[in-house]
C-alpha cells in the first residue's frame, strides 16, 4: 500500500512535508518528537552508564540528549593522536639518551686520546732533544755500544748456565717421573687384585645369605611340623581324658546295671520259686548248663581282648616299619623337583649366558665402529686443517698479488727508472720467521705486513703523489726515519722468560724499528691457555698470540673463533700463476668434500654412542641377572647335595624296615593272632552251642510258669544284655585307652626327635649367621684395605699429575731457556751491526731530529683541533732542541722512555675522537628533532584536554538543567514526590555514569529499578517529557 501526504489540504509528496518539518525544528533523524512506550519502559532498566559501546545507559542517554557525545569521537581521535605523538616523543627520547649515553662513554676516550696525543709530542720533544744530544756525541754512542755488547756475552754466559742447569733438571724430573710412575701402576695392580678379592667376598656373602634363608625355611618347617604334632598329641590326650571319662561313666553305672540286673533275677528266681516243683529238673539242667557256659564266656571275651590288643599292636609295628620307606619316598620327590627346578635353573643361565655373550659381541663390533669412524674422524679433520691452510695460505696469496701487484710493480718501476727513491718494498718481504709462527705474526701484525718500507717521509709523500698522479692505486707507507724512536724498546726483555714474536723474525737490522711497529712486545704462546696465564700477569699486562693465531690485547679483548687466522706469509706471498689458481680451485674442492665427508661420519656418532650406551645397559641388566641365577642355581645344587647325602641312610633304613617287616616279632603277632582268632572261633562255638540248650530249657521253665514268668525273664534278659553291652563298652574304652596312650607315647617321641632337629637347624643357622658376620668383618676389612687404596691410588695420582705439570714446566722453561739463548745471541749480532753502522747513523740522527721537528707539527696542529676543557691551560708547542746538551742525555733517555711506557700503556682509540666530534653533531641533530618532537606532543595534548573540557562543561550545563526541570516536572505530576539525578563520580561524570534517584509521595528515596511498574513509569515519562521540552520540539507524538 501507498502513503499519501497532505499540506494544508492540498495533497503533497514526502519530500516537502519532512522539509516544512525540518524548517520548524523537528528532529527527524533522532525522531525526537515521539515519545514512545518503549522508550519510557527503557528508562527505568537503563544502567548508569553502558557496559559497551554498543549499549545504551543513562549516561548515553543524557549525553544524546544533550549533545555531548558529538565530542566522543574527537575525545578519542585526540587521545589517539596524543598516544601515537607520545610514544614519537618517547621514541625519539630514548635515541637522545642513547646518543648522550654514547656521547658520554666516548668522553673518556676522546680525553685518552688527547692525554695520548700530549704524551707522544712531549716524547717527541724529548727525542729532538736526544737525537741533538747523540749528534753531539756519536763517539760516546760507539763506547755505549761496545759496553753493552760486553754486558750481553756476560749474560749470554750466564744464560748458558742456567740452560744446562734446567737440561740437569729436566733430566731428573724425568727419572723422578718414572719411578712413580713405576709406583702407580704396581698399586694399580694391588687395587685391582683387591677389587677381585671383594668380589669374591661379595659372591661368598650372598651364598651365606642363601644359605641362611634356607635353613630358615627347614628350621620353619620342622617348627610346622613340630606344631602340627603338638596339636596332635594334645588332640590324643584330649582324646585319653574323654575315653577315661567315658569309661569312668561306664564303670560308675555298671554297679546299678549290675544290681538291677540282680534284683531281676531274684524276680526270676522267686517265680521260679513258686513253681519249683515242676521246674526243679529243668532249672537243675539249667543251672548245669549255665555253670558250663560261664567259663567259657568269659573266656570269649578274654580272647576278644586280647585279640583286639594283639592287632593294635601289629598296626602300629606295621606304621613303624613303613616311617622310613615314607620318609625315603618324600625325600626322593624333594630331589626330583629339585632337579626339575635345577634344569630350569641352568637352562636359564646358559640363555642369559648367551644374551651377555650376543651383546657383548655386539658392543665390540659397535665400539670397534665407533674408533674406526672417530679415527678417521681424526685424520680427516687433521687432513682437513692442513688442505684449509694450504687454501687459506694460497687465497691470501691471491688477494694480496691481486691488491698490491699493481702498486708495487708500478713503484718498482718508477724507482728504476730513478723518479722514485729510498723504497725498500714490503714489510712483509724484507724478511722471514718460522713456518709454525706464520699465522701469529699473521694475527698480530694484521695488514702492517703489506704496508709499503720507505726512508724518509719526503719519499713516502714522493709515493703517493705518484701514485695519484697515474691513478695505480693506494698504499700505506712505513717511514724508517721517524720510526728510529722504537729501538730502545726493540732492545726490552720479556718478563718471565716470555718470548717476543719480535725476537724470532730473521731481518736485516735496518728494518728492526719496521717490525717492532708491527708487531710491538707481543708475546708468543703455544695455546690459548698458556696465552691467558701470559697476558694477565700479577703486576702488568701483555699484548699475546697463540700458534693458532689467537690474539689477546692488552685491554683485555681477544680475537679468534672456529676458523684458523690468516697465515701472515712473511717472506712467503708470490703472486699465483695460472696453474697455481687451478690448484687453488682443486684444493678447495677437495677441502669442500673432505668437510661434507667429515660432517656425515660425525652424524653417525650419535646413533653408535646410543647404540653403546644401550648395549652397556643390556650386558649390564643380563650380567646381573645371571649372577643372581647362578647364585641361585649353586643353592639348590648344595640342596641337592645335601639330599643325595641323606639318601643312602634314608634308604638304609627304608631296606632295614622292609627286610624287619618279615621278622620274628611280626611272624610271631600275625601267628598269634591267627591262633586267637582260632581260639576265639572255637569258643563262640562251645558257648553257642551251651547258650543254645540254655535258651531252650529256660524256654520250657517259662512254658511251664507262665506269662508271668516269661514277662520276669524278658527283663532279667534285657538287664543281662545291658550288662552285656556295658561290660562290651568298658572293654572297648579299656582297648582304646591302650592304643591312645600308645600314640601318645609314639607322639611324644617324635616330637622330642622334631625339637632335636629343631635345635639342629638353629645350631646349624647360628653357625651359618656367625660366619655370615665373619664374613662381613673380613670383607669390611677388604674394602677398608680397597678404600685406602684407592685413596693411596687417587695420591699418587695427583702425584703423577704434580710430576707431569713439574716435566712440563721444566720443558717449558727449557725451551724458553734456549730461546733466551739465542735472543742474546740475537742481541749481540745487533749491537755488532749498530757498532758498524755508528757513523752512518750521525747522519741519521740529524734527519731524525728534523724529522721529530716535523713530527711535533703534525702533532700541534692535531691537538689545538680539538676543544679543551675550560680549566686547561695551552701546553707549550715547541721544543728548542739546541738548549740540551749531552749533560742531560740520560735524564732524557729516562724520561722518553717513561713517557714511551706511559704511552704504551695508554693503549688509547685515536679515532675516538673523530666519534666524539660525530656524535656531538648527532646528540644536536637528535635534541632539535626532540624539541619538534615536543611540541607535536604538546599541542596533542591541549587539543584534546580543550575537547574533553568542552564536553564536561556542556554536560554540566544540561545536567543541571534537566536535573531542575525533572524535578520541577515530578513534583508536578506527583504532587508531592520528587526526583533528581545523581553523579555516581562528581569529579569525572563520564567514567562511571548517572543514577535515576525517585521519590514517590509519602515514600523514601529510591532507585527507579527498585519502583513499581507504575511508578517507574511515571518517574520515566517525567524525565522524557522534560527532556523533550528542553529540546524545544514543534510537537511531541506519544
Same mark, same amino acid.
Given at each position: 500500500?501507498?502513503?499519501?501526504?497532505?499540506?494544508?489540504?492540498?495533497?503533497?509528496?514526502?519530500?516537502?512535508?519532512?522539509?516544512?518539518?525540518?524548517?520548524?525544528?523537528?528532529?527527524?533523524?533522532?525522531?525526537?518528537?515521539?515519545?514512545?512506550?518503549?522508550?519510557?519502559?527503557?528508562?527505568?532498566?537503563?544502567?548508569?552508564?553502558?557496559?559497551?559501546?554498543?549499549?545504551?545507559?543513562?549516561?548515553?542517554?543524557?549525553?544524546?540528549?544533550?549533545?555531548?557525545?558529538?565530542?566522543?569521537?574527537?575525545?578519542?581521535?585526540?587521545?589517539?593522536?596524543?598516544?601515537?605523538?607520545?610514544?614519537?616523543?618517547?621514541?625519539?627520547?630514548?635515541?637522545?639518551?642513547?646518543?648522550?649515553?654514547?656521547?658520554?662513554?666516548?668522553?673518556?676516550?676522546?680525553?685518552?686520546?688527547?692525554?695520548?696525543?700530549?704524551?707522544?709530542? %712531549?716524547?717527541?720533544? !724529548?727525542?729532538?732533544?736526544?737525537?741533538?744530544?747523540?749528534?753531539?756525541?756519536?763517539?760516546?754512542?760507539?763506547?755505549?755500544?761496545?759496553?753493552?755488547?760486553?754486558?750481553?756475552?756476560?749474560?749470554?754466559?750466564?744464560?748458558?748456565?742456567?740452560?744446562?742447569?734446567?737440561?740437569?733438571?729436566?733430566?731428573?724430573?724425568?727419572?723422578?717421573? !718414572?719411578?712413580?710412575?713405576?709406583?702407580?701402576?704396581?698399586?694399580?695392580?694391588?687395587?685391582?687384585?683387591? %677389587?677381585?678379592?671383594?668380589?669374591?667376598?661379595?659372591?661368598?656373602?650372598?651364598?651365606?645369605?642363601?644359605?641362611? !634363608?634356607?635353613?630358615?625355611?627347614?628350621?620353619?618347617?620342622?617348627?610346622?611340623?613340630?606344631?602340627?604334632?603338638?596339636?596332635?598329641?594334645?588332640?590324643?590326650?584330649?582324646?585319653?581324658?574323654?575315653?577315661?571319662? $567315658?569309661?569312668?561313666?561306664?564303670?560308675?553305672?555298671?554297679?546299678?546295671?549290675?544290681?538291677?540286673?540282680?534284683?531281676?533275677?531274684?524276680?526270676?528266681?522267686?517265680?521260679?520259686?513258686?513253681?519249683?516243683?515242676?521246674?526243679?529238673?529243668?532249672?537243675?539242667?539249667?543251672?548245669?548248663?549255665?555253670?558250663?557256659?560261664?567259663?567259657?564266656?568269659?573266656?570269649?571275651?578274654?580272647?576278644?581282648?586280647?585279640?583286639?590288643?594283639? #592287632?593294635?599292636?601289629?598296626?602300629?609295628?606295621?606304621?613303624?616299619?613303613?616311617?622310613?620307606?615314607?620318609?625315603?619316598?618324600?625325600?626322593?620327590?624333594?630331589? /626330583? /623337583?629339585?632337579?626339575?627346578?635345577?634344569?630350569?635353573?641352568?637352562?636359564?643361565?646358559?640363555?642369559?649366558?648367551?644374551?651377555? !655373550?650376543?651383546?657383548?659381541?655386539?658392543?665390540?663390533?659397535?665400539?670397534?665402529?665407533?674408533?674406526?669412524?672417530?679415527?678417521?674422524?681424526?685424520?680427516?679433520?687433521?687432513?682437513?686443517?692442513?688442505?684449509?691452510?694450504?687454501?687459506?695460505?694460497?687465497?691470501?696469496?691471491?688477494?694480496?698479488?691481486?691488491?698490491?701487484?699493481?702498486?708495487?710493480?708500478?713503484?718498482?718501476?718508477?724507482?728504476?727508472?730513478?723518479?722514485?727513491?729510498?723504497?725498500?718494498?714490503?714489510?712483509?718481504?724484507?724478511?722471514?720467521?718460522?713456518?709454525?709462527?706464520?699465522? @701469529?705474526?699473521?694475527?698480530?701484525?694484521?695488514?702492517?705486513?703489506?704496508?709499503?718500507?720507505?726512508?724518509?717521509?719526503?719519499?713516502?709523500?714522493?709515493?703517493? $703523489?705518484?701514485?695519484?698522479?697515474?691513478?695505480?692505486?693506494?698504499?700505506?707507507?712505513?717511514?724508517?726515519?721517524?720510526?728510529?724512536?722504537?729501538?730502545?724498546?726493540?732492545?726490552?726483555?720479556?718478563?718471565?722468560?716470555?718470548?717476543?714474536?719480535?725476537?724470532?723474525?730473521?731481518?736485516?737490522?735496518?728494518?728492526?724499528?719496521?717490525?717492532?711497529?708491527?708487531?710491538?712486545?707481543?708475546?708468543?704462546?703455544?695455546?690459548?691457555?698458556?696465552?691467558?696465564?701470559?697476558?694477565?700477569?700479577?703486576?702488568?699486562?701483555?699484548?699475546?698470540?697463540?700458534?693458532?693465531?689467537?690474539?689477546?690485547?692488552?685491554?683485555?679483548?681477544?680475537?679468534?673463533?672456529?676458523?684458523?687466522?690468516?697465515?701472515?706469509?712473511?717472506?712467503?706471498?708470490?703472486?699465483?700463476?695460472?696453474?697455481?689458481?687451478?690448484?687453488?680451485?682443486?684444493?678447495?674442492?677437495?677441502?669442500? $668434500?673432505?668437510?661434507?665427508?667429515?660432517?656425515?661420519?660425525?652424524?653417525?656418532?650419535?646413533?653408535?654412542?646410543?647404540?653403546?650406551?644401550?648395549?652397556?645397559?643390556?650386558?649390564?641388566?643380563?650380567?646381573?641377572?645371571?649372577?643372581?641365577?647362578?647364585?641361585?642355581?649353586?643353592?639348590?645344587?648344595?640342596?641337592?647335595?645335601?639330599?643325595?647325602?641323606?639318601?643312602?641312610?634314608?634308604?638304609?633304613? @627304608?631296606?632295614?624296615?622292609? %627286610?624287619? /617287616?618279615?621278622?620274628?616279632?611280626?611272624?610271631?603277632?600275625?601267628?598269634?593272632?591267627?591262633?586267637?582268632?582260632?581260639?576265639?572261633?572255637?569258643?563262640?562255638?562251645?558257648?553257642?552251642?551251651?547258650?543254645?540248650?540254655?535258651?531252650?530249657?529256660?524256654?520250657?521253665?517259662?512254658?511251664?510258669?507262665?506269662?508271668?514268668?516269661?514277662?520276669?525273664?524278658?527283663?532279667?534278659?534285657?538287664?543281662?544284655?545291658?550288662?552285656?553291652?556295658?561290660?562290651?563298652?568298658?572293654? #572297648?574304652?579299656?582297648?582304646?585307652?591302650?592304643?591312645?596312650?600308645?600314640?601318645?607315647?609314639?607322639?611324644?617321641?617324635?616330637?622330642?626327635?622334631?625339637?632335636?632337629?629343631?635345635?639342629?637347624?638353629?645350631?646349624?643357622?647360628?653357625?651359618?649367621?656367625?660366619?655370615?658376620?665373619?664374613?662381613?668383618?673380613?670383607?669390611?676389612?677388604?674394602?677398608?684395605?680397597?678404600?685406602?687404596?684407592?685413596?693411596?691410588?687417587?695420591?699418587?695420582?695427583?702425584?703423577? %699429575?704434580?710430576?707431569?705439570?713439574?716435566?712440563?714446566?721444566?720443558?717449558?722453561?727449557?725451551?724458553?731457556?734456549?730461546?733466551?739463548?739465542?735472543?742474546?745471541?740475537?742481541?749481540?749480532?745487533?749491537?755488532?751491526?749498530?757498532?758498524?753502522?755508528?757513523?752512518?747513523?750521525?747522519?741519521?740522527?740529524?734527519?731524525?731530529?728534523?724529522?721529530?721537528?716535523?713530527?711535533?707539527?703534525?702533532?700541534?696542529?692535531?691537538?689545538?683541533?680539538?676543544?679543551?676543557?675550560?680549566?686547561?691551560?695551552?701546553?707549550?708547542?715547541?721544543?728548542?732542541?739546541?738548549?740540551?746538551?749531552?749533560?742531560?742525555?740520560?735524564?732524557?733517555?729516562?724520561?722518553?722512555?717513561?713517557?714511551?711506557?706511559?704511552?704504551?700503556?695508554?693503549?688509547?682509540?685515536?679515532?675516538?675522537?673523530?666519534?666524539?666530534?660525530?656524535?656531538?653533531?648527532?646528540? /644536536?641533530?637528535?635534541?632539535?628533532?626532540?624539541?619538534?618532537?615536543?611540541?607535536?606532543?604538546?599541542?596533542?595534548?591541549?587539543?584534546?584536554?580543550?575537547?574533553?573540557?568542552?564536553?564536561?562543561?556542556?554536560?554540566?550545563?544540561?545536567?543541571?538543567?534537566?536535573?531542575?526541570?525533572?524535578?520541577?516536572?515530578?513534583?508536578?505530576?506527583?504532587?508531592?514526590?520528587?526526583?533528581?539525578?545523581?553523579?555516581?563520580?562528581?569529579?569525572?561524570?563520564?567514567?562511571?555514569?548517572?543514577?535515576?534517584?525517585?521519590?514517590?509521595?509519602?515514600?523514601?528515596?529510591?532507585?527507579?529499578?527498585?519502583?513499581?511498574?507504575?511508578?517507574?513509569?511515571?518517574?520515566?515519562?517525567?524525565?522524557?517529557?522534560?527532556?523533550?521540552?528542553?529540546?524545544?520540539?514543534?510537537?511531541?507524538?506519544?
Amino acid at each position: 500500500s501507498a502513503s499519501t501526504y497532505y499540506l494544508n489540504a492540498a495533497p503533497s509528496s514526502f519530500a516537502d512535508v519532512t522539509a516544512l518539518l525540518r524548517a520548524h525544528g523537528v528532529d527527524l533523524e533522532n525522531n525526537r518528537f515521539l515519545i514512545l512506550q518503549g522508550e519510557v519502559e527503557q528508562i527505568a532498566m537503563m544502567a548508569p552508564k553502558a557496559p559497551t559501546s554498543h549499549d545504551t545507559g543513562l549516561l548515553e542517554y543524557l549525553e544524546d540528549i544533550i549533545g555531548t557525545n558529538r565530542y566522543v569521537d574527537g575525545i578519542a581521535a585526540a587521545g589517539e593522536a596524543l598516544l601515537v605523538a607520545s610514544e614519537v616523543r618517547a621514541s625519539v627520547l630514548n635515541r637522545v639518551k642513547i646518543v648522550e649515553r654514547e656521547k658520554v662513554a666516548l668522553e673518556d676516550s676522546k680525553n685518552d686520546a688527547v692525554a695520548f696525543l700530549k704524551t707522544k709530542k %712531549k716524547i717527541a720533544d !724529548k727525542k729532538a732533544a736526544l737525537f741533538q744530544a747523540h749528534v753531539e756525541d756519536a763517539e760516546e754512542s760507539l763506547r755505549v755500544l761496545a759496553e753493552k755488547k760486553e754486558a750481553k756475552a756476560a749474560d749470554m754466559l750466564a744464560k748458558q748456565a742456567e740452560l744446562d742447569a734446567l737440561e740437569e733438571q729436566m733430566k731428573g724430573s724425568e727419572a723422578q717421573y !718414572k719411578d712413580k710412575k713405576s709406583e702407580f701402576d704396581e698399586l694399580a695392580k694391588g687395587l685391582e687384585k683387591c %677389587k677381585a678379592e671383594f668380589l669374591a667376598f661379595e659372591r661368598k656373602d650372598i651364598k651365606l645369605q642363601e644359605d641362611i !634363608k634356607h635353613l630358615a625355611a627347614n628350621k620353619k618347617k620342622t617348627s610346622g611340623a613340630l606344631e602340627k604334632e603338638m596339636r596332635k598329641s594334645e588332640q590324643i590326650l584330649a582324646d585319653i581324658e574323654k575315653v577315661t571319662a $567315658e569309661k569312668d561313666v561306664l564303670d560308675s553305672q555298671f554297679a546299678p546295671v549290675t544290681q538291677k540286673l540282680q534284683k531281676a533275677e531274684e524276680k526270676v528266681n522267686a517265680i521260679m520259686n513258686e513253681v519249683h516243683g515242676s521246674t526243679q529238673v529243668i532249672r537243675s539242667q539249667v543251672e548245669e548248663k549255665q555253670k558250663s557256659l560261664l567259663p567259657l564266656t568269659e573266656r570269649v571275651n578274654t580272647v576278644e581282648s586280647a585279640l583286639e590288643l594283639l #592287632k593294635s599292636e601289629l598296626a602300629l609295628s606295621e606304621k613303624k616299619l613303613q616311617a622310613p620307606q615314607q620318609e625315603l619316598t618324600a625325600a626322593q620327590e624333594k630331589l /626330583s /623337583s629339585l632337579k626339575e627346578e635345577h634344569a630350569r635353573a641352568s637352562q636359564e643361565c646358559g640363555r642369559l649366558q648367551g644374551l651377555v !655373550k650376543t651383546e657383548k659381541d655386539r658392543v665390540s663390533s659397535t665400539t670397534a665402529d665407533h674408533k674406526k669412524l672417530v679415527e678417521e674422524i681424526r685424520l680427516r679433520t687433521a687432513e682437513a686443517m692442513e688442505l684449509r691452510g694450504k687454501v687459506e695460505e694460497a687465497r691470501t696469496s691471491s688477494d694480496v698479488s691481486q691488491s698490491r701487484g699493481a702498486v708495487e710493480k708500478a713503484l718498482s718501476k718508477a724507482q728504476s727508472n730513478g723518479e722514485l727513491s729510498g723504497i725498500h718494498g714490503r714489510l712483509g718481504d724484507l724478511g722471514s720467521i718460522d713456518d709454525k709462527f706464520d699465522r @701469529a705474526i699473521g694475527a698480530a701484525a694484521g695488514g702492517s705486513l703489506n704496508n709499503i718500507v720507505v726512508d724518509t717521509a719526503e719519499n713516502a709523500q714522493k709515493c703517493v $703523489e705518484y701514485l695519484k698522479k697515474h691513478d695505480v692505486g693506494r698504499s700505506t707507507f712505513i717511514i724508517l726515519q721517524k720510526l728510529e724512536y722504537l729501538r730502545s724498546q726493540m732492545k726490552e726483555n720479556p718478563a718471565g722468560g716470555a718470548t717476543r714474536l719480535f725476537d724470532l723474525i730473521q731481518m736485516d737490522s735496518r728494518y728492526g724499528p719496521a717490525f717492532f711497529y708491527a708487531v710491538g712486545n707481543t708475546l708468543v704462546a703455544g695455546n690459548l691457555e698458556d696465552g691467558r696465564r701470559l697476558a694477565f700477569q700479577p703486576t702488568r699486562r701483555n699484548r699475546v698470540v697463540t700458534l693458532m693465531g689467537e690474539l689477546i690485547d692488552t685491554s683485555g679483548a681477544m680475537t679468534g673463533g672456529g676458523g684458523a687466522a690468516p697465515a701472515g706469509g712473511l717472506g712467503k706471498n708470490v703472486p699465483l700463476d695460472q696453474s697455481g689458481r687451478k690448484e687453488l680451485a682443486k684444493n678447495e674442492k677437495l677441502l669442500e $668434500e673432505l668437510q661434507q665427508s667429515i660432517q656425515c661420519m660425525k652424524n653417525q656418532l650419535p646413533g653408535l654412542e646410543a647404540a653403546m650406551n644401550q648395549g652397556l645397559e643390556t650386558v649390564d641388566l643380563h650380567a646381573s641377572e645371571l649372577k643372581r641365577k647362578s647364585l641361585a642355581l649353586d643353592s639348590l645344587a648344595s640342596q641337592i647335595a645335601d639330599i643325595r647325602s641323606q639318601l643312602p641312610s634314608l634308604q638304609a633304613a @627304608a631296606t632295614s624296615a622292609g %627286610k624287619n /617287616s618279615n621278622n620274628t616279632q611280626l611272624k610271631e603277632l600275625s601267628k598269634k593272632i591267627q591262633l586267637k582268632d582260632s581260639e576265639l572261633s572255637k569258643a563262640k562255638s562251645a558257648c553257642e552251642g551251651l547258650q543254645a540248650e540254655v535258651a531252650a530249657l529256660q524256654e520250657q521253665i517259662l512254658e511251664v510258669g507262665g506269662a508271668k514268668l516269661k514277662k520276669a525273664k524278658a527283663g532279667a534278659a534285657a538287664m543281662k544284655d545291658e550288662v552285656d553291652l556295658m561290660t562290651h563298652s568298658i572293654d #572297648k574304652c579299656s582297648l582304646k585307652l591302650a592304643s591312645l596312650q600308645a600314640s601318645a607315647k609314639k607322639s611324644t617321641e617324635l616330637r622330642r626327635n622334631l625339637e632335636t632337629e629343631i635345635q639342629q637347624h638353629e645350631t646349624d643357622l647360628k653357625r651359618t649367621k656367625d660366619e655370615y658376620k665373619q664374613l662381613e668383618k673380613t670383607a669390611e676389612g677388604v674394602l677398608t684395605e680397597f678404600k685406602d687404596m684407592e685413596g693411596r691410588h687417587e695420591e699418587k695420582s695427583s702425584e703423577i %699429575k704434580e710430576l707431569q705439570k713439574t716435566f712440563e714446566a721444566a720443558r717449558k722453561s727449557l725451551s724458553k731457556a734456549r730461546g733466551s739463548a739465542q735472543e742474546f745471541k740475537n742481541q749481540i749480532d745487533d749491537i755488532n751491526r749498530a757498532i758498524d753502522e755508528a757513523a752512518r747513523k750521525k747522519e741519521g740522527y740529524q734527519s731524525a731530529l728534523q724529522e721529530s721537528q716535523q713530527e711535533i707539527d703534525s702533532l700541534v696542529d692535531i691537538i689545538v683541533k680539538v676543544p679543551h676543557n675550560g680549566d686547561e691551560s695551552g701546553d707549550d708547542m715547541t721544543v728548542d732542541a739546541e738548549s740540551h746538551t749531552r749533560s742531560n742525555k740520560p735524564s732524557l733517555e729516562k724520561e722518553i722512555e717513561r713517557l714511551e711506557r706511559e704511552a704504551q700503556s695508554m693503549r688509547p682509540n685515536l679515532q675516538a675522537i673523530d666519534d666524539y666530534l660525530i656524535k656531538e653533531e648527532e646528540f /644536536s641533530s637528535r635534541f632539535k628533532e626532540l624539541e619538534e618532537e615536543t611540541e607535536k606532543r604538546d599541542a596533542a595534548r591541549k587539543e584534546h584536554d580543550s575537547l574533553v573540557k568542552q564536553r564536561h562543561e556542556e554536560f554540566m550545563d544540561g545536567f543541571t538543567t534537566i536535573t531542575k526541570k525533572l524535578k520541577e516536572m515530578y513534583q508536578m505530576i506527583t504532587q508531592g514526590g520528587d526526583a533528581e539525578l545523581e553523579l555516581v563520580d562528581s569529579l569525572d561524570p563520564f567514567s562511571e555514569g548517572v543514577i535515576f534517584s525517585v521519590r514517590p509521595p509519602k515514600k523514601s528515596w529510591k532507585n527507579i529499578s527498585n519502583l513499581s511498574g507504575g511508578e517507574k513509569t511515571l518517574s520515566s515519562l517525567a524525565l522524557v517529557g522534560r527532556t523533550k521540552r528542553i529540546l524545544s520540539e514543534a510537537f511531541f507524538l506519544t
